[in-house]
């Protein structure tokens, strides 16, 4: 699928799944930048794709505007953008503070907000454009120990369904994509918590995770790259406010 003439911003780019994002669109020709708060693993995945990196917390809307600035200089305007940068700290509903609560919302929720307004008039200008969030089956349904997290991925879709709404007219289609759990550094700290938590090895612990996906098996992060590589393709160009759920039919 040829993504030639495309600037994709993927924030999270420099590990999981905004890594592979990255890889797959810049094979596919488009002109990437990758997105996060430290700069040795953006680093290393602009070597090794020849994105370009540019450090930015998604949660400060300032520090994002000046380093999208920095993007457009670099890659020209953008006409893709992936909201893919997120945390998910496993705690207790009784043990969560305040500011645990605000610190998800602004990662996994406002991060979004921030990345798509601050991109999608020129999207609206150029009269094409697509906004994608990986949102989480955690925005269908809930799980235990991580209220937050799913707190604001529910609210992703809501903000998903808002958008396609408002902006259906303009040549933009907004998505969110929701995979089930996956091998990534993020889930490998659930995996530590579970086993510290419980006295469980990683096998047992990958397993009770596994347990809700009627195909028994983590999602290859290589399933959500090539989703949003098919939702910024022609054939997609009616698919609009979706919440596509990548969970083996968990959701
Ligand atoms: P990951 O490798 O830990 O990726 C998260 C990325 O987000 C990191 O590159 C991190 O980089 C970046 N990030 C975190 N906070 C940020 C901030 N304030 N500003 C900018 N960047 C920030 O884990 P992942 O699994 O690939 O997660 C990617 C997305 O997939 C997340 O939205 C997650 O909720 C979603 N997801 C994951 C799973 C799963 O099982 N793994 C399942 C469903 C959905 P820095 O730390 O350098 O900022």
């Not at 089956?137 to 903000?159: D, E, M, N, R």
């Not at 995996?191 to 990958?206: P, S």
């Not at 098996?217 to 919440?243: K, P």
Request: proline share 4%.
């Amino acid at each position: 699928m040829s993504m030639a003439g495309k600037h994709v911003v993927v924030t999270g780019g420099g590990s999981g799944v905004g890594a592979e994002i990255a890889r797959q669109f810049a094979a596919g020709g488009a002109r990437v930048t990758i997105m996060g708060r430290r700069e040795a693993p953006l680093r290393a995945i602009a070597k090794e794709t020849g994105a370009f990196a540019v450090t930015a917390d998604v949660t400060d809307r300032d520090e994002l505007d000046v380093a999208l600035s920095t993007a457009r200089a670099e890659n020209g305007p953008i006409s893709i953008a992936i909201a893919n940068a997120g945390a998910a700290p496993s705690t207790p509903f009784r043990k969560i503070t305040g500011a645990d609560f605000r610190a998800s919302l602004a990662v996994n929720l406002e991060g979004v907000f921030n990345l798509w307004q601050a991109t999608h008039e020129e999207m609206k200008t150029a009269g094409w454009g697509r906004l994608i969030a990986i949102a989480s089956t955690a925005g269908l349904k809930g799980y235990p120990y991580v209220a937050p997290y799913c707190a604001a991925k529910h609210g992703v879709i809501g903000l998903t369904r808002a958008l396609a709404q408002e902006l259906g007219r303009s040549g933009l289609t907004v998505n969110a994509i929701c995979p089930g759990f996956m091998d990534t550094p993020l889930l490998q700290d659930s995996i530590r918590t579970i086993m510290a938590g419980t006295g469980v090895d990683k096998d047992a612990a990958t397993k009770t995770l596994i347990a809700g996906n009627p195909q028994k098996r983590l999602i290859d992060v290589a399933e959500v790259a090539g989703t949003a590589l098919w939702l910024c393709s022609d054939a997609a160009t009616s698919v609009n406010g979706h919440a596509l759920s990548l969970s083996g039919g968990e959701v």
